[in-house]
């Protein structure tokens, strides 16, 4: 029977459907949903990792032992599992090893745009894109397959089109998969440069086979029709491609590296104009012209965003949709009603402080009325830009610098920071913003959530023993909606010298929804205070004045604080 | 049955599970279906699609611009700002209710006015449902986005039925009872 299947699930079910018996992962959107799928099957042993680096070696480990594995990541958690993934291209697997890496064309959810593909070529990984659901499933089973045969990890490549749309699937059986037996193999699997230089040869030839097989593989599919127009495409933009051109002829390449040269060069023999139409980088363009292979692409198609069947019928058919210019309020995101951060950075806006911060919710502390961010680049960043910021403008500056972080990202990647602070005698401030969960990508477990992916109890990380055992010289907590505390202790910190750690502590209000009455507002003096929160459950009224909307408020008692008059009650 | 419906609202107002009956019915009918949805943004109150289009064959998840036969609109800011996607004599089923974005809550902005009228210039047909005004009197606020279905599947033709199986199929069974009470006030005044 057929079923309709998010394309991440779909992704789950085919590595189910193979045997894998061991999959790590860290979230990120849009691949989160990979892992929490394949977690409901016992069959499988699923964990979040604290990094994308160590779910990569937990992987490298199963399948070194001989199980089949499968490693999950957004396309920013490839650089963090570059190391071990560049060097597992030459080690090879003994149980396949599946890597599921999630671009994000459009920054629907990230803060870069990069293209994964690259990694594929530079690490000589093969890598497969699915263009629907049906697909995911069916091409993640093949990369097991094929990881196990030409004895590389393999890359399964979606977007975030692909990742969070629905099709049908039709399912099968598990089959499962004994561990291979794990032999010594010092030539294989311990690099150092003189089993690595053997190893290299061994990445070499077995690319150059690939490269002449993937010719043969039926998921690279010529449809010919029309040849006055012929499209190389690959994933979701090939349905984008079916749709706007149902005319023309297509290669649709299911292995987007290597490529299949023989028949991409037979299908331009036979089309009068190629065009490759691909989503971010001209990966597929560039080398089809290193191989002598003219063509077009993003002399018509943008570098950035995604690319829309309205895109491709302006470009290649000049069909001009008729749309109106509007200028309507935006409606961005916000921090929710309740949610813990907002009152931190209500007083680093307040204090008027330079903050480098770090991804997650907090982020949109960066948006007014808050306003309260300098500097977001990557997970983790926030603690070395902190140190960067005194090692180069000197402790004045810091004095006048906080660090902010979340209690996922801190153990990801911040607590290396913090040790590197600590080593090199930094004057820091950093907040841990624990709200005992990682929100942004949807509220996953972590080392200090006391569970684990499959919800079973776990050790709970104690953050604040850690800091002060990695050497801090101060370590302390407030609570997060406890105004006065957190301002009376960021500044006592920032004057203090040596590395102070603020642990502010509240859970995400999301994920307790047993919430007190919402406030109200009587005899409002129309300050303006109020509205500096940025909450979405206080409104501005025509006539200036505060309303809040008791459908919205959580009764979290911060309006209550700023407001000086005492206008607002809680409930 | 083929129709391209889009669904806007505001992130928290139950879109989601709005496109999953949709996918239930298009299962009974023995449809293609495909969803597109909007994940991982966990913080409420952004402004969120869902892309719901059935067909013998579907290719493109999404849609594009003037591709919409429907939309449904959970709030009438969202409709205002996804009218560019409806095709030219579309209907729009729009719930009757405000929420102000951080813009407008901040004074830096005012939420539009006559956004109804604006509406039924753009479009071929347009159903206001009081939904929130429903859902209050069912005593259940998370079914506005039943309330919602209701009154598009009575626009779709949709016997009731039918509509009714595929919310079953849908939502959790202890959920089923109150959201079939909200289905039907759609459906009646739709
Ligand atoms: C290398 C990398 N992996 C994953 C992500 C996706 N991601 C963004 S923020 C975040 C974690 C947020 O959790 P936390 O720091 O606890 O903050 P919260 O959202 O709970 O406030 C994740 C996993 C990313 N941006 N970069
Ligand atoms: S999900 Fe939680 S942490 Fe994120 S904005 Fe909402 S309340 Fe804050
Ligand atoms: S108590 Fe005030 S700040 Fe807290 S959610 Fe309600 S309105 Fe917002
Ligand atoms: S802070 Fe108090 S007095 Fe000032 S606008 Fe808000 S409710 Fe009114």
Redesign the pocket.
């Known amino acids: 029977m057929k079923k309709l299947m998010l394309g991440n699930e779909a992704i789950a079910r085919g590595a189910y459907e193979a045997g894998v018996k061991v999959v790590s992962a860290y979230p990120g959107t849009p691949s989160t949903e990979v892992s929490e799928c394949i977690a409901r099957y016992d069959e499988v042993y699923a964990e979040w990792a604290p990094n994308e680096k160590v779910a990569f070696e937990v992987a490298i480990g199963a399948s070194f032992v001989g199980a089949r594995s499968m490693v999950c990541m957004k396309h920013v958690g490839v650089n963090v599992a570059a190391d071990p993934m560049f060097t597992a291209a030459y080690t090879g697997v003994n149980g396949g090893l599946v890597i599921l890496a999630a671009d994000d064309p459009g920054m629907h959810s990230s803060q870069n745009e990069q293209d994964t593909r690259f990694y594929a070529r530079s690490a000589h990984i093969p890598m497969l894109e699915p263009s629907d659901s049906a697909e995911a499933k069916e091409f993640t089973k093949l990369a097991f397959e094929l990881s196990e045969k030409y004895d590389t990890p393999v890359f399964v490549r979606t977007t975030t089109r692909l990742a969070h749309s629905q099709s049908l699937v039709e399912t099968a059986e598990r089959r499962e998969v004994p561990l291979r037996p794990y032999v010594k193999d010092v030539s294989k699997y311990t690099m150092m440069p003189s089993s690595a230089i053997g190893r290299h040869v061994a990445v070499e030839a077995r690319e150059d086979k690939l490269a002449a097989d993937v010719n043969f593989f039926d998921v690279n599919r010529e449809e010919m029709n029309d040849p006055s127009l012929g499209i190389v495409c690959s994933g979701v933009v090939y349905q984008y491609v079916k749709e706007a051109l149902p005319e023309a002829s297509v290669f649709k390449l299911g292995v987007v590296y290597p490529l299949p040269f023989g028949r991409l060069r037979d299908f331009a023999s036979k089309v009068e104009r190629l065009v490759v139409v691909e989503e971010l980088e001209p990966f597929f363009q560039n080398q089809l012209k290193a191989n002598g292979i003219d063509c077009e692409g993003k002399n018509l198609f943008s570098k950035q965003g995604e690319i829309s069947v309205a895109d491709i019928r302006l470009k290649l058919l000049g069909e001009k949709l008729d749309v109106e210019k509007q200028d309507l309020p935006v409606r961005p995101?916000?921090?929710?009603?309740?949610?813990?951060?907002?009152g931190v950075f209500y007083i680093l806006n307040k204090l008027k402080v330079t903050v480098s911060a770090d991804i997650?919710?907090?982020t949109?502390g960066a948006q007014p009325p808050l306003c309260a961010v300098d500097t977001v680049v990557c997970m983790g960043a926030s603690v070395g830009i902190a140190h960067g910021f005194e090692k180069a403008a000197g402790r004045e500056q810091s004095k006048r610098t906080v660090a902010v972080i979340?209690d996922s990202t801190f153990i990801h990647s911040g607590i290396t920071g913090l040790i590197n602070a600590v080593y090199n005698k930094s004057n820091i401030t950093l907040v841990i913003?624990d709200?005992s969960?990682t929100?942004?990508t949807g509220?996953q477990q972590h080392p200090a959530t006391g569970l684990t992916l499959k919800q079973e109890p776990a050790k709970i990380l104690d953050i604040v023993a850690l800091c002060k055992t990695v050497g801090c010289d101060s370590v302390r907590v407030v609570d997060s909606y406890d105004l006065a505390e957190v301002e009376k202790t960021l500044k006592e910190e920032l004057a203090a010298d040596g590395v102070s750690v603020i642990v502010a502590k509240r859970?995400?209000?999301?994920?307790d929804r047993n919430y007190p009455a919402p406030c109200t507002v009587s005899d409002c003096r129309k300050c303006g205070m109020c509205f500096k929160l940025g909450c979405p459950a206080i409104e501005k009224q025509a006539d200036g004045s505060a309303k809040i909307n008791a459908s919205l408020c959580v009764g979290c008692g911060l309006c209550e604080k700023v407001c000086k008059f005492g206008a607002i009650k809680e409930g | 049955m083929k129709a391209n419906i889009l669904i806007v609202g505001v992130g928290g107002q139950g879109t989601l599970l709005a496109s999953r009956i949709l996918g239930a019915l298009a299962d009974l009918e023995g449809s293609d279906c495909k969803l597109s949805e909007v994940h991982g943004m966990?913080?409420?109150g952004g402004s969120v699609v869902t892309n719901v289009k059935i067909a013998d064959e579907v290719k493109s998840p999404i849609i594009g611009l003037r591709d919409a036969d429907i939309i449904m609109a959970f709030e009438k800011l969202e409709a205002l700002r996804y009218t560019n996607y409806l095709k030219k004599g579309g209907v729009i089923v729009v719930n009757d209710q405000e929420i102000l974005p951080m813009p407008v809550i901040t004074g830096a902005r005012k939420y539009p006015e006559h956004i109804v009228e604006d509406l039924r210039e753009r479009a071929g047909k347009v159903i206001v449902v009081p939904a929130l005004a429903i859902a209050e009197e069912i005593g259940n606020l998370k079914t506005v986005n039943v309330v919602m279905i209701g009154a598009l599947a009575k626009n779709l033709g949709i016997p009731f039925e039918k509509i009714d199986a595929a919310l079953k199929a849908a939502v959790k069974p202890k959920l089923y009872e109150v959201n079939r009470t909200a289905l039907q006030r759609g459906y009646d005044i739709g």
């Not at chain 1, 995101?333 to 907002?342: D, F, K, W």
């Not at chain 1, 859970?507 to 994920?511: E, G, K, Q, S």
């Open positions: 995101p916000v921090m929710c009603a309740g949610c813990p951060h907002r997650g919710c907090y949109l979340g913003l709200n969960t929100g942004m509220h859970p995400c209000a999301l994920l | 966990s913080q409420r």
